[in-house]
């Protein structure tokens, strides 16, 4: 999610060759059967304009609890490697809003024989836990490319939605990509105490720097927002909290005109995440972000994937039929139901340029009207979340 929004400026274009060498790019597409259209290439010295622009996107983020030396030092030795966080962003066609809908690792679910990139096919698996696509996927050689793809091809015979880009991100990823924004600012109901993590907050108001964003995200066991439980749901509530607190927290920052720290920014998540050719464009990232500036933070909307106890195993779930629901509007791009109709900030183009009678602007201005209506708070705003 930082990835598409914080890169909201054309400094995102700027040393383009270097921020190039940055990224890892995961190429799927031979691995998921079929030929996928791609925009065209955005030349660097371009303004930004959106190479997808009247294209509804599908990314789907997966956080990896891969233990490679750098993340080992972080979380110790192991031989993980699953999607223990996955997200299925949909960022509208119309760039007015967003909503990241987040899947259970927990969940059972059939996963369909996967192609890898050493020429090999997986065999289907039946009632098996959603994470360890990825690990089937990755194969002896834990390659990325093949754990995305396997991962890819599950939520979209699950889902029917096709899924138009990928991330992938590490966990060091995130402590370099967090610090770069200057932290998170999050306001705690109770204390937050994690086990087995290095996760020690108070209750209130304070800012979460790149290493305690990590173990909060990470801790499943505890005491505070439901550590109690020791349940990897309560675990996705918390995840959303930080997120959409990250997300205000870029919205609200005035990188445009902050080119050395945007720079930082840009650094911190090309050298973090793997991802597709289409997003490991530069510039292609940038106009897709520049089109969504303006975004009004009750326009992006975090859903969980209704489930109910797996009838197998009382430490598993299975997608309930309301899941369904959320597959046809995002389909279909169409808003969650009781989403609040967005204000005008961009033009169906994704030029970034207001529509007509629009200041593109979110209409977030004071007023010195008495009678005017007090602003409530966003639909989206939920614990952890600072007003």
Aim: hydrophobic letters at 40%; one cysteine or more.
């Amino acid at each position: 999610m930082t990835g598409v929004v914080a890169l909201a400026t054309t400094g995102a274009v700027a040393s383009y060759i270097d921020l190039q060498n940055q990224l890892d790019v995961s190429d799927v597409d031979s691995l998921l059967g079929e030929d996928r259209d791609r925009p065209p290439v955005v030349a660097e010295e371009q303004d930004p304009t959106d190479p997808f622009a009247g294209q509804e996107l599908n990314i789907l983020v997966m956080g990896t609890d891969f233990r490679d030396e750098a993340n080992a030092e972080l979380a110790g030795a192991g031989e993980e490697f699953h999607s223990d966080t996955t997200l299925l962003v949909h960022v509208s066609g119309d760039r007015s809003r967003i909503e990241a809908v987040s899947i259970p690792r927990d969940s059972l679910v059939d996963i369909p024989a996967c192609p890898r990139t050493d020429g090999s096919t997986s065999a289907p698996q039946y009632g098996a836990m959603f994470n360890t696509a990825f690990t089937i996927g990755g194969g002896d050689a834990k390659d990325i490319t093949g754990a995305a793809a396997c991962t890819i091809l599950t939520v979209e015979a699950l889902t029917g939605v096709r899924v138009t880009d990928h991330m992938v991100v590490e966990m060091t990823g995130v402590i370099g990509v967090v610090d770069a924004v200057g932290g998170v600012p999050m306001c705690l109901p109770e204390p937050v105490v994690g086990r087995k993590v290095d996760l020690n907050l108070p209750a209130g108001e304070q800012r979460l720097d790149g290493y305690t964003a990590i173990n909060f995200l990470r801790a499943r066991q505890g005491d505070g927002m439901g550590l109690e439980i020791g349940s990897d749901l309560k675990r996705i509530e918390r995840q959303q909290a930080f997120f959409d607190a990250m997300l205000r927290e870029v919205l609200a920052q005035n990188l445009i005109t902050d080119s050395p720290r945007l720079y930082r920014v840009v650094r911190e998540v090309l050298q973090s995440i793997s991802t597709g050719p289409d997003l490991a464009n530069p510039a292609a990232l940038a106009g897709l972000a520049w089109s969504m500036r303006n975004i009004q933070p009750s326009q992006i909307v975090f859903t969980s994937v209704p489930v109910v106890e797996a009838p197998t195993d009382p430490n598993r779930v299975v997608w309930t039929s309301e899941a369904d629901a959320i597959w046809e509007r995002i389909r279909a791009d169409e808003a969650p139901p009781g989403s609040p109709t967005p204000m005008p900030s961009a033009s169906p183009s994704g030029t970034g340029e207001p529509s007509d009678g629009a200041t593109g602007e979110p209409s977030r201005e004071p007023t010195d009207d008495p009678t005017a209506p007090t602003p409530s708070p966003s639909p989206s705003l939920r614990p952890g979340v600072c007003a």
